[in-house]
């Protein structure tokens, strides 16, 4: 702001008051009369009153300098996790499960990228917001180390793998960054170990993720038709994965698609996406301002003060 509203605002109550003065005592010198000032305070005096007449004429410019100037990181990329919670992801191909080697290797990735927004979606029939967007990753590392497969009971809402709805609602979640003006404005990290089999197809959403341009990083988890028990039938329980489901939302939404067969397959992945991350790093140049008004201020107030001595140190020594 060019003028600053408090100065002009200062500045016109102190003219104000000594016009008033001025009206009533009917002198220039109504402060003080300059023949009770001995000559060696004079100097002092006229230095007082020349003070306070410069911050009134001043304190309305808002007058400010260029001090210094600051390198600010911005880390503007969104990153939504999408996590499969579904009972396959007990399985142990992956030691000692491929939940727990996928929730180590996420909690590594949020150490690295402290300071970036990170959500967390759970899914498998039904998804939900499991870790609201934080900037912290300590609550967010804090959120994901007791985070277990047992907090999400064998129900009907996870037996199934509901891939779509929850690529669905990711999307939905990362919204609230919309208006921001960033290069690559978010980013969404599915990892899975099935197929979509319930709700939304999600090859049927993929233009409007193209819309949106949101890139979709998929880890397809654990080996193919692997073995996690039997049923009530002593039928075999297997899982199942639709590798050209994944490829396909990877590949046409500008993502890229991970194969995870072991815990160095996800620790290879986070570290390069992580790289990726980081090299969209903007840096913002802040300047560092001097405000003058802010010292007037203090001026104004000391002048003032000893002003008043001055009055008070007259007026006794007229008396004596």
Request: aromatic share 14%; with cysteine.
């Amino acid at each position: 702001m060019l003028f600053s509203l408090s100065g002009i605002r200062i500045s016109l109550a102190l003219i104000a008051l000594c016009v008033v003065f001025f009206f009533f005592n009917k002198k220039p010198r109504f402060i003080l009369p300059m023949k009770h000032i001995q000559q060696k305070n004079w100097v002092v005096y006229t230095g007082i009153l020349s003070l306070i007449i410069v911050s009134v004429i001043l304190l309305p410019l808002n007058i400010s300098f260029v001090t210094n100037k600051q390198v600010i990181v911005e880390k503007n990329l969104p990153i939504q996790i999408i996590l499969d919670v579904s009972l396959s992801m007990a399985a142990n191909d992956l030691h000692p499960s491929r939940f727990f080697a996928a929730k180590k290797s996420l909690i590594s990735l949020v150490q690295q990228l402290d300071w970036y927004y990170i959500s967390l979606i759970a899914f498998s029939g039904k998804p939900f917001v499991y870790v609201p967007f934080s900037s912290s990753s300590s609550a967010i590392v804090s959120k994901l180390t007791s985070m277990n497969l047992g907090d999400f009971p064998p129900v009907k809402d996870f037996l199934w793998t509901a891939i779509g709805d929850a690529i669905l609602l990711g999307v939905d979640n990362l919204q609230q960054f919309a208006h921001q003006e960033t290069k690559k404005p978010w980013i969404v990290i599915l990892i899975t170990d099935g197929d979509s089999n319930v709700w939304f197809d999600p090859m049927q959403l993929l233009p409007l993720y193209q819309k949106i341009q949101v890139p979709i990083f998929v880890l397809g988890v654990g080996q193919s038709n692997y073995l996690i028990g039997r049923d009530t039938w002593n039928d075999d329980i297997v899982t199942t994965i639709n590798l050209d489901l994944l490829q396909q939302l990877a590949d046409k939404t500008w993502g890229k698609f991970y194969r995870v067969l072991g815990e160095k397959s996800f620790d290879d992945f986070f570290a390069e996406l992580s790289k990726n991350i980081v090299s969209h790093q903007q840096q913002k140049i802040k300047n560092i301002f001097w405000n003058l008004n802010d010292y007037l201020i203090y001026i104004l107030v000391f002048s003032l003060f000893w002003l008043l001595v001055f009055k008070l140190y007259v007026l006794c020594f007229k008396k004596s």
